[in-house]
């Protein structure tokens, strides 16, 4: 008979049974249940991955001991673990800080409180500079300014107890703002490579032979210590690690901060304290000890900047010139490669993936719109009827509700007394316009004020200047004003006649003061008084209906005049809280079609009734091309208008894509908007309605919201297959771009001119000659030239690329910071090794000429050094040894010498150590390595 197995069951079933029951309760005796690493079999794959690990690839040899891929990257998930924990702990005790400062505030003295209000007041401005990559490296000094701001309260001579709490806890608060920002706490030892997991071991050996070791009691302690005895519970981190982390333990998680520790530790032994003001306090300096000729020649190399002309070359001048096809089995590889990927024109590698799209509705006021004009007539006419009769009673406008200007106009404010008011205040801007003007050295038709053209003398000169009767004036040095116009030479000889006593009075005679006096007397009779009220009231009425209107529009003024009427909530601001409350703070979702139905009522029964003009965009526009709209238009102007002139010192512009606050929350953490029917003021928060920005329509302002969202979708071959046959002829494109700029650069090295002079001229003609081989104009327009100015480590440009070949307006010099490529009108998506490659060629001499290219490689740019700008001795002197303590430029040039020096001196202590510990790594570990620092790096 054949073998059954299940007659072998049923003949040992109760031996089977008995096994089977031992064995689970072996597996629920090993089993803690509480998983995360705490039992035997969470640690027992982890054990057998790292002894898998040992089996990856051999990088190094440390003491005869071979260091493997495996290794390295468990030791980076324990440094992630720790660095991660100390950074949420540091936030956390911020927060606990700033609420000690909170609770005090009200038992500050009035000094302390001013004192801590300006910083807090500061801490808005640090965010900003932080989220700015233009300003973000003015952080720190912002920072240790803030922080010797709040230390004046420990010197008060009189602070209170709390005074003094509430300082120390605001200054570790500060303290603590920048170790927290970031997921790597312990920036003594960097986390991002294998070469810094190396080091980092290199470390963790010379820490075991000095004998540093650390109980996990001694961790918790530093952990107190670190965070000034103010981090009091970590239940809070250890559940957001949980969550961020796979197999968190609070046990191995004390071990991994306790290797950081040892690994600073080691460093303060060997380096003295990485840390000025701990160095200071210690008295543990770091072993460097340069000498002044040091000083100066890092002064040169780092302040000594290069100016360069860059030609772009772009890839779009020669997708007509592609003239191949590709096949079907090209294109369908092409989008199974990256189907899934998002389309985003920042990147070299393209995606198909079809991006967010939106539609934006908006409209604009100025308060110049008849509505408000109308409304602000009657109500300045009704104010002053009930003047008259003393009634208090409110003004009905069309279309605005009694309660909304309740308390707008009161009896005391007829339309009379307001234009007395107005006229009080144009006399006194007048008489201080016209004192100024008198008083200063120089004389011109822009100086001349509406008082002295209104003067009947000075009227009569303009007539006969008019009428081409110019003739001496009777005094000998007027005639020298005749080029400038009789009215000025006019006025010229007046305020020499009016000045003249008030010379002679100063001279020492026993009657000194009572000649003073009445030279003083004189000299005011002689300056113009403002015309009177008749002379202006039509002036002034119809700016008193101007003002009254925009109140009506957006509110009262930060600057009003007191007295004058007040409007508490403008209109505009009454429409953005209204249609918030009815989208539920912009909560509106697409399935809510009658709530939709009833805020699209609300908003065109406003516009209407305005005579506003609502717009959009019609169709859905995802990020990079909402800005092509042409219904966008007034927007996109505005938001360029906007960064121009925050840009404006700079002498260009930084370009900031305009979809980007339409789509995310926030940009640096790809935080996605999704609100609907939010109105904002744009291009930013509301301003002063009387200096509102101006834009080609008008003095408006404008408010914006989103009205729908279609979410990212995967195309299918046939719905992305123009996309994918695009970017196969932009591969193309791009490699004749490359030898096009090749050519182009050849072409300026073969030109006989190297004078650094006439370089300039050089780069244009070959500009010019290339640009004419394009007939579309708009490929022409492309060829745009631009400078890059101040190309040194420590630059004084802000923004290097912003400026024309030919610029009309030099740029404007700022304080010293490190050297970076922004975007720019020019270079728009910047690639990241782009500053890097420029100081590599910033010491080659002038018309050596090299190729750059943008992140998504849409433009070459073919850049010649015109001329290198190298700093003195007494340049270095002025700035460095004759400038004040506290001057920025100076601290800044000291600080990155001492952070040069100290890289200098970590280096040699890692060869030193290296050399101890018996470091090898061959040529080809070597060739491993620097890959993985280059991949590292490009993500």
Not at 342 to 356: A, I, L, V
Not at 605 to 612: K, Q
Request: charged letters at 25%.
């Amino acid at each position: 008979m054949a073998y059954n197995p299940f007659n072998f069951f049923r003949r040992n079933q109760k031996t089977l049974f008995a096994i089977l029951t031992v064995f689970i309760m072996i597996m629920f005796t090993l089993s803690s249940g509480l998983g995360g690493g705490a039992d035997f079999f969470d640690w027992l794959p982890q054990w057998l991955g790292r002894q898998a690990g040992k089996k990856g690839e051999h990088l190094c040899t440390i003491d005869g001991r071979k260091v493997y891929d495996g290794q390295l990257r468990e030791l980076n998930r324990q440094r992630v673990m720790a660095n991660r924990f100390m950074s949420l702990a540091a936030q956390q005790t911020m927060l606990t800080l700033n609420g000690v400062v909170s609770e005090l505030s009200g038992k500050l003295s009035p000094e302390a409180r001013n004192i801590l209000q300006q910083v807090a007041q500061e801490e808005g401005f640090l965010r900003f500079f932080a989220s700015n990559p233009e300003l973000a490296v003015q952080v720190p000094q912002l920072l240790e300014r803030m922080k010797a701001n709040t230390a004046r309260i420990l010197s008060l001579p009189e602070a209170r107890a709390e005074d003094k709490e509430a300082a120390r806890a605001k200054i570790a608060a500060l303290s603590l703002m920048l170790s927290g920002s970031g997921d790597h706490y312990f920036t003594n030892v960097p986390n991002r490579n294998s070469r810094d997991l190396i080091e980092f071991l290199l470390w963790q050996k010379k820490a075991d032979q000095l004998g540093i070791r650390l109980t996990r009691a001694d961790v918790a302690r530093l952990i107190q210590d670190e965070f000034y005895g103010y981090f009091r519970s970590d239940v809070q981190v250890r559940k957001l690690l949980q969550q961020q982390m796979e197999g968190f333990q609070m046990e191995r998680c004390l071990d991994a901060i306790g290797e950081e520790f040892r690994v600073r530790l080691a460093q303060t032994a060997l380096l003295g304290s990485l840390s000025p003001q701990m160095s200071q306090e210690l008295g543990t300096g770091f072993p460097a000890f340069p000498i002044a000729y040091e000083l100066f020649t890092h002064y040169r190399d780092q302040c000594s900047a290069t100016t360069m002309a860059a030609i772009p070359v772009p890839v779009a001048n020669f997708l007509d010139q592609v003239t191949q096809s590709p096949t079907e089995d090209e294109l369908r590889r092409l989008f199974e490669q990256y189907k899934n990927n998002d389309y985003n024109p920042t990147r070299e590698t393209p995606g198909f993936k079809e991006p967010r799209r939106i539609r934006l509705a908006y409209f604009g006021v100025s308060g110049e719109e008849p509505y408000y004009r109308q409304a602000a007539e009657q109500l300045l006419r009704q104010a002053e009827e009930q003047a008259k009769v003393g009634s208090a009673l409110t003004v009905p406008l069309p279309g605005i509700s009694p309660a909304w200007v309740a308390g707008a106009i009161g009896p005391s404010l007829g339309g009379e007394l307001l234009l007395q008011q107005a006229y009080a205040r144009y006399e006194r801007e007048q008489r201080d316009t016209t004192l100024f003007r008198y008083q200063s050295p120089g004389l011109s038709v822009e100086r001349l004020s509406e008082s002295m053209v209104a003067r009947p003398a000075t009227a009569a000169a303009v007539l006969a200047a008019v009428a081409g009767q110019s003739t001496a004036w009777g005094h000998p040095g007027v005639s020298v004003t005749l080029s400038i116009g009789p009215p000025v030479a006019y006025e010229l000889r007046h305020r020499i006649r009016g000045s003249v006593p008030v010379v002679l009075s100063m001279l020492p005679t026993p009657s000194l003061l009572p000649q003073l006096a009445a030279a003083d007397a004189a000299f005011q009779q002689a300056i113009p008084r403002p015309l009177p009220l008749e002379a202006v009231r039509q002036q002034l009425s119809q700016q008193l209906i101007r003002e009254t209107a925009r109140r009506l529009a957006f509110g009262d003024s930060p600057t009003a005049v007191p007295g004058a009427p007040t409007i508490l909530v403008g209109d505009v601001q009454k429409f953005i809280d209204e249609v918030r409350k009815l989208s539920n703070d912009g909560r509106l979702r697409p399935s809510q079609k009658d709530k939709i139905a009833e805020v699209e009522k609300y908003i065109q029964e406003f516009v209407t009734r305005r005579g506003l003009t609502l717009r959009g965009n019609r169709e859905p526009r995802h990020e990079w091309n909402l800005e092509d709209d042409p219904e966008l238009a007034p927007l996109v102007v505005a938001q360029r208008e906007a960064v121009r002139q925050a840009a404006r010192s700079h002498g260009g512009t930084t370009y900031i894509p305009f979809g980007r606050s339409f789509f995310w929350r926030d940009t640096a953490r790809r935080e996605a908007l999704n609100t609907l029917y939010l109105p904002t003021y744009y291009p930013e928060e509301r301003l002063d309605p009387f200096r509102r920005q101006t834009s080609p329509e008008g003095t408006v302002q404008w408010i914006v919201w989103r009205v729908e969202e279609w979410p990212s979708r995967t195309l299918t071959y046939t719905e992305a297959r123009p996309m994918v046959l695009a970017e196969w002829k932009r591969q193309q494109a791009r490699r004749l771009a490359q030898q096009q700029a090749e050519a182009l650069a050849q072409a300026i090295r073969n030109n006989p001119q190297s004078q650094p002079a006439t370089l300039k001229y050089v780069v244009d003609d070959a500009r010019l000659e290339f640009a004419a081989r394009f007939a579309d104009p708009q490929a022409r327009d492309r060829i745009r030239p631009f400078l890059i100015e101040g190309v040194a480590p420590l630059s004084t440009v802000t923004n290097p690329t912003a400026q024309p070949l030919f610029p009309l307006i030099p740029t404007v010099p700022q304080p010293l910071h490190p050297f970076r490529i922004v975007p720019s009108e020019n270079v728009k998506y910047p690639a990241r090794e782009m500053a890097q490659a420029l100081l590599d060629k910033r010491t080659e001499p002038p018309k050596t000429v090299f190729l750059l290219h943008d992140e998504p490689r849409d433009h070459f740019y073919v850049v010649t050094i015109l001329q290198r700008d190298v700093k003195t001795r007494l340049e270095f002197e002025n700035a460095i040894l004759r400038a004040p303590f506290n001057d920025p430029n100076r601290n800044m040039v000291l600080n990155s010498f001492q952070l040069q020096m100290r890289e200098r001196t970590v280096e040699s202590v890692l060869a030193l150590l290296k050399r101890e510990f018996r470091y090898e790594e061959t040529e080809e570990q070597k060739k491993k390595l620097d890959e993985s620092e280059r991949r590292r790096e490009d993500t």
